[in-house]
């Protein structure tokens, strides 16, 4: 069974999303109303948590299949929770997706400042793709993957 998979970071860019899976996958812009995108604190990544209020312009990639989730889960890690949201098309229609989300156990890991896609693109992106290439190299089809091995990508002093 596949799913449907909303992006709101590091993974709306196809490279990342394919470094991760190892697959590409048909995909398009959506909205997620009532989450906001926050920077992680001292990370290069967002979050997002419900607020009822904002909306956040992500990516959504269509027919994700069950190894690609596992890769993608392993590569959240434990600071996420992958919920089940409704996602707004380009065309207004909805549809039903994946994502992952902060839970309110881990909502001091969020600051109070938002996450900027063409910053992360310009400054960060190649660093980041090597960093996720070599982690992903390790992976392993293990039945759950360890979140404490992931390396984190700090922020530049």
Not at 1 to 12: A, I
Not at 25 to 44: H, I, K, M, N, S
Not at 65 to 89: C, K, M
Not at 124 to 130: A, D, K, S
Request: with cysteine; net charge negative.
């Amino acid at each position: 069974m596949t799913v449907h998979l909303f992006t709101y970071g590091t993974l709306t860019f196809p490279e990342v999303m394919q470094a991760v899976t190892g697959q590409h996958f048909p995909a398009t812009d959506a909205w997620l109303p009532g989450y906001e995108r926050f920077c992680l604190v001292e990370q290069l990544y967002p979050g997002i948590i419900k607020t009822g209020q904002q909306s956040t312009l992500g990516r959504i990639y269509f027919d994700i299949d069950p190894i690609s989730l596992h890769r993608l889960d392993y590569f959240e890690g434990d600071l996420y929770s992958r919920q089940a949201v409704t996602v707004v098309l380009p065309e207004h229609s909805t549809i039903y997706a994946d994502t992952y989300v902060v839970p309110l156990s881990q909502i001091n890991q969020l600051s109070h400042r938002s996450w900027n896609a063409e910053q992360f693109r310009t400054s960060h992106l190649p660093q980041f793709l090597v960093q996720v290439h070599a982690w992903m190299d390790d992976y392993s089809l293990s039945p759950s993957p360890a979140a404490d091995e992931q390396d984190t990508w700090d922020l530049e002093p």
